[in-house]
């Protein structure tokens, strides 16, 4: 199973973080709309699939590797004690490890795209799958935000981490990253408003500099092909 997914990854069929980018945006999609009652287990398992996805892929980049996979597990045991006993402590904790994971993850994959010959569909993989992990990350530091400030953010349900307050802000933080300002979630408080602005610079500052890292690959690419004839 293992050897399948590496050639998977590996060979000519998929771009490296190719199946990443599949399960982020299936998180993206499903989340928000999950509802029901229960529905939050379905939600973090496949969040775990991201995660799982993600350690795989980012372990074979030369990564320290051990370190890196005892992250995960705490993350893992985090996550899902927060969501079955709940609790304030818990879902800070469980909220704190994502962040500092999503991270971890995001600079991994920047360094490779930095290292980066051509813009070739594994480039731009990359430069997919790293915005969409930024949204992530700041989702979870507002969800940090509102459990040690209930209140900085005004149109939010009261709810679990992982069931309706924590969809609303990876949709609030979607929004935010993408300049949206849809206006129906609202940063309240003085800590709230800096960040969710943050992201808004980020997310603008991220498509200008990636366009331009793969806009000179390409042209890059093209120069040694031309020199090579």
């Known amino acids: 199973m293992i050897d399948q997914y590496r050639l998977l990854l590996h060979g000519n069929r998929l771009p490296k973080y190719g199946l990443l980018l599949l399960v982020l945006c299936l998180l993206i999609v499903f989340a928000p709309t999950a509802t029901a009652t229960g529905s939050a287990v379905l939600v973090e398992a496949l969040f775990d699939v991201v995660i799982i996805v993600g350690a795989y892929s980012v372990a074979w980049s030369g990564v320290r590797r051990w370190p890196f996979l005892a992250l995960t597990a705490m993350t893992f045991i985090a996550r899902w004690y927060a969501l079955l006993w709940g609790g304030v402590k818990p879902e800070i904790v469980a909220a704190a490890f994502t962040v500092i994971w999503t991270a971890l993850v995001i600079l991994i994959i920047l360094g490779e795209l930095f290292e980066a010959y051509g813009a070739t ?109």
């Open 121 to 229: 569909s594994a480039a731009i993989t990359r430069a997919v799958v790293t915005y969409l992990l930024i949204a992530i990350a700041f989702a979870y530091l507002y969800e940090l935000l509102e459990l040690s400030q209930p209140g900085s953010f005004s149109g939010v349900p009261a709810a679990a981490g992982s069931g309706p307050r924590g969809d609303a802000l990876l949709y609030f933080s979607l929004v935010s990253l993408t300049t949206l300002g849809y206006g129906d979630i609202i940063p309240v408080s003085s800590l709230a408003r800096p960040v969710a602005a943050l992201e808004g610079a980020v997310g603008t500052l991220y498509i200008a500099v990636i366009i331009a890292r793969l806009v000179a690959l390409h042209i890059a690419a093209g120069a040694q092909r031309k020199g090579a004839e």
